[in-house]
């Protein structure tokens, strides 16, 4: 059974940072694209950041230049490093992987509110 667990939302003022974290079990990890997705109330979830099994990095334009996708494949963990934060980066953050094109699996997300 595979699960994606993500931890360290909460509440930051503006211009602070937060660091998301995913673990991951029942699932290959190293040969997994691991990423970052995000939905505010009302609104379609976006992706914020993907990492590939190889390394390979990919943000939205909203977060370029903010935010850092990195992982540690002997921790199965996949992080986000989410810095200069602004209130519109108030969503629910969930971890994403899949691997090859297999099936995708969804963490239950973590809550991220920034205050202005």
């Known amino acids: 059974q595979v699960q994606l667990v993500e931890s360290g939302g909460g509440l930051v003022q503006a211009g602070g940072s937060l660091r998301l974290s995913c673990t991951a079990s029942g699932i290959i990890f190293s040969r997994a694209a691991m990423g970052w997705y995000r939905q505010a109330p009302g609104k379609q979830r976006e992706l914020v950041a993907v990492i590939t099994s190889g390394g390979f990095t990919t943000y939205a334009v909203s977060v370029k230049g903010r935010f850092t996708i990195s992982r540690d494949n002997a921790k199965n963990t996949v992080y986000l490093q989410m810095n200069s934060l602004k209130s519109e980066d108030t969503c629910t953050y969930y971890c994403?992987?899949?691997?090859?094109?297999?099936?995708?699996?969804w963490g239950k997300g973590t809550l991220v509110t920034v205050s202005s």
């Open positions: 994403n992987g899949r691997v090859s094109s297999g099936p995708e699996y």
